[in-house]
C-alpha cells in the first residue's frame, strides 16, 4: 500500500528496480491500494498474519496520526490471532524519545510489545516496535527459525536485535527520576516535537 501510485508503477516498471525486486510486484499474491492506510484500515474488513508497517517518519501532522493510538488500534483490529506487525519506529540513537514514545503507544492499544533494532548501511541505528495481540515471550523470539534463504541475517544473532545499549534503551532519567514515556494521540501528537526536536541537527 502506498499512497502514492507513482511510486508503486516506478517498482512495477522501472527495468533496474524490477530487476532488484525480481518482479515481486509482479507476482499473483500481490495487490496493490494506492490510498491513504488510515482510511483503508477503517473501511477494510480483513484479517492479516502480518502487516508490516513502513511509513516515512511524523515530521508533519498528516504523517503523526498514522503514530496514533487511534492508528494502532485499527492494526490491532485487523490482526488475525497469532499475528504480529512490525512497525519502523525511528531510531532509539538519533531519535530515543520519539522512538520509546512509538513503543508506548502502540503498548497502550493493549497489543503486547517488543522492540528490535539493526543498522542499516543508509539510516544507521534503525529501530522497530513488534507487536501483537497475544504475549510472547523473550523464549520465543529465541527460538525463531529462518525458512528462507537470507543474505545477511542469521537465526543466531536474532535475540541481539532485541537488546539495547544505555545510551538507547528505555530506561531514560532527568534529573535522577524516570521519564514517563506518553502516549501520542491525534488531540495531543506529542510524538511531534519529541521527533522534531531530535532530527534538528541532523
Known sequence: MDLDPEMTDLAL???ELTRINENAMHNEKVTIHNEDAYNFLL?????YDAILVDLPDPNNEGLNKLYTDGFYKLVRNHLNPGGFV???STSPLFAREAYWTISETVQSTGMHVDNYHLDIPSFGNWGFTLASREAFTSE???QIQLSVETAYLDEAIIPSLFAFGKDEDAM???NGKQVDWQVNTMNRPVL???YNKAWKYY
Do not use: A, C, G, M
Open 13 to 15: 516498471e522501472h527495468p
Open 43 to 47: 473501511e477494510d474488513e480483513s484479517f
Open 86 to 88: 512490525s512497525i519502523q
Open 140 to 142: 520465543q523470539i529465541e
Open 172 to 174: 531514560l532519567f532527568e
Open 192 to 194: 511531534l516535537d519529541l
